[in-house]
């Protein structure tokens, strides 16, 4: 079992462009999270998929934008990158079925995105 | 009220010691409080976690002693090992089924040989 994977590992992007970053969950797992981790702070939710679809969203302006494919893999897309866009974005998969018990999300290696 | 505090910034303890990391949450509204490792290059991993039903929770050399009424959460971590030098992360979360973790600021534990 691969666990959850992230693509790329790091990329450098410059202000007002836009950028993806991929996420493949464990398997059996069908809901996404993602979260932005700043540089010696605690990740910070930005949104959750199920079911292709968007059931919760952090406090992240609508330049954040996101989609999950029918394998259960996401993608996050952030436009317009500002300066403070720059961190480790963490993917988080976990099955739905316990998810109401607030059971283990496994977390993915991240990607480090610069903005310059 | 979101919001989950979390001392010290940085810890260091010598190899056998006791570490011990304290949070501190407001909303009553959380029922999971879990306890996250992780070290450099790599994503957070759970070490464990603890619901408010019970006030304490061991597994291993990893305690969560957790008071209710104080609404604070501690990870006592016995033996400290090199091994274990990692940043430390609590959470919580609601049980809405929506699983978001509010994690607190991080301690960054260094374990000396």
């Known amino acids: 079992d691969a666990g959850v994977t992230q693509s790329p590992t790091h990329l450098i992007k410059t202000r007002g462009q836009q950028v993806t970053l991929r996420c493949s969950p464990k398997s059996g797992h069908d809901t996404v999270s993602w979260y932005q981790q700043a540089l010696g702070q605690g990740p910070q939710f930005i949104f959750q998929y199920y079911e292709e679809e968007e059931r919760q969203r952090g406090n992240f302006p609508d330049r954040f934008s996101g989609h999950q494919f029918p394998n259960y893999s996401s993608e996050l897309n952030v436009n317009a990158l500002l300066l403070g866009d720059s961190a480790l974005y963490l993917c988080?998969?976990?099955?739905?079925?316990?998810?109401?018990?607030?059971?283990?999300?496994?977390f993915g290696p991240g990607t480090r995105l610069t903005v310059l | 009220q979101q919001q989950v505090k979390q001392s010290p910034q940085s810890l260091i303890v010598q190899k056998g010691g006791i570490s011990i990391i304290n949070c501190a949450y407001e909303n009553t509204a959380f029922d999971y409080f879990p306890w996250y490792q992780q070290f450099p290059g790599k994503g957070p991993a759970l070490l464990i976690a603890?619901?408010?039903?019970?006030s304490e929770k061991k597994e291993g050399r990893f305690t969560i002693s957790f008071n209710k009424s104080a609404k604070q959460f501690s990870l006592h971590i016995m033996d400290s090992q090199p091994g274990d030098s990692a940043t430390y992360f609590c959470?919580?979360?609601?049980?809405?089924?929506?699983?978001?973790?509010?994690f607190g600021t991080g301690t960054r534990l260094l374990v000396s040989p």
């Open positions: 603890i619901r408010p039903d019970v």
């Open positions: 959470a919580a979360s609601m049980d809405t089924g929506f699983q978001k973790l509010v």
């Open positions: 988080a998969s976990s099955p739905i079925t316990l998810a109401a018990q607030g059971d283990e999300q496994f």
